[in-house]
């Protein structure tokens, strides 16, 4: 006749040296194994900056709360007019003007393609405003493209801020331009002095 209750002691004994073997093993799978660590957005510096016309600011001045649609980081904290509606992530690159001229960002990243509107390019960056400077545009002028998830590819970004249709808006006209890499935000006052005029920015991941 079988015993049942030794039967149990000696599953009961099985299952727990099973769970510690799998313990074990556990443990030194982790210690061998060296598991990537999270990337922070912090590190992420864009080095070789080239813009030859444009004094660029890399120091964030306070100014208080947010104000939208202006392409600053207004309180500092790595952000372009957050709260704003517009489309944000670890790379940003806003432009704001008050004038009713038709001016145009292009940012293309390391795949020589331009971020477009709806679509994601190869470098991972998406154009979600497009403003012609006209009363579609509410009279909040910005134009904005940001990298809509991963981490940004290495390579050479190009930023262009190009006057297409200066209208009746009497010239020089001035654009901010704000880009954001990371948790630092460059931020540039770019004049455009004649019709068709453009200001280049370029940096490196």
Same mark, same amino acid.
């Given at each position: 006749?079988?015993?049942?209750?030794?039967?149990?002691?000696?599953?009961?004994?099985? #299952?727990?040296?099973?769970?510690?073997?799998?313990? !074990?093993?556990?443990?030194?799978?982790?210690? +061998?194994?060296? #598991?990537? @660590?999270?990337?922070?957005? !912090?590190?992420?510096?864009?080095?070789?900056?080239?813009?030859?016309? %444009?004094?660029?600011?890399?120091?964030? *001045?306070?100014?208080?709360?947010?104000? +939208?649609?202006?392409? #600053?980081?207004?309180?500092?904290?790595? &952000?372009?007019? $957050?709260? +704003?509606?517009?489309? *944000?992530? &670890? #790379?940003?690159?806003?432009?704001?003007?008050?004038?009713?001229?038709?001016?145009?960002?292009?940012?293309?990243?390391?795949?020589?393609?331009?971020?477009?509107?709806?679509? !994601?390019?190869?470098?991972?960056?998406?154009?979600? @405003?497009? +403003?012609?400077?006209?009363?579609?545009?509410?009279?909040?002028?910005? $134009?904005?493209?940001?990298? !809509?998830?991963?981490?940004?590819?290495?390579?050479?970004?190009?930023?262009?801020?190009? %006057?297409?249709?200066?209208?009746?808006?009497?010239?020089?006209? @001035?654009?901010? %331009?704000?880009?954001?890499?990371?948790?630092?935000?460059?931020?540039?006052?770019? *004049?455009?002095?004649?019709? @068709?005029?453009?200001?280049?920015? $370029?940096?490196? %991941?």
């Amino acid at each position: 006749m079988r015993d049942d209750g030794h039967w149990r002691g000696l599953q009961r004994k099985i #299952l727990s040296r099973a769970r510690g073997f799998l313990t !074990a093993l556990a443990l030194l799978t982790s210690a +061998c194994l060296e #598991l990537p @660590r999270p990337r922070d957005a !912090a590190v992420l510096e864009p080095h070789s900056l080239r813009a030859p016309k %444009l004094e660029v600011e890399s120091t964030c *001045t306070p100014t208080g709360v947010e104000r +939208c649609f202006d392409a #600053l980081d207004d309180n500092c904290n790595g &952000i372009i007019d $957050e709260g +704003c509606g517009l489309q *944000t992530g &670890i #790379l940003q690159f806003t432009i704001a003007w008050s004038e009713g001229a038709d001016v145009d960002l292009r940012v293309t990243g390391p795949d020589g393609v331009a971020a477009k509107a709806g679509e !994601a390019n190869d470098s991972g960056l998406v154009k979600d @405003r497009d +403003c012609k400077g006209t009363v579609d545009c509410h009279g909040q002028n910005v $134009e904005n493209v940001f990298l !809509a998830e991963g981490w940004p590819r290495r390579g050479r970004y190009v930023v262009v801020v190009a %006057l297409d249709d200066a209208r009746d808006v009497q010239l020089p006209m @001035r654009v901010r %331009l704000s880009a954001r890499v990371g948790q630092r935000v460059l931020t540039a006052l770019v *004049t455009l002095a004649a019709r @068709r005029d453009e200001q280049t920015f $370029e940096f490196s %991941l």
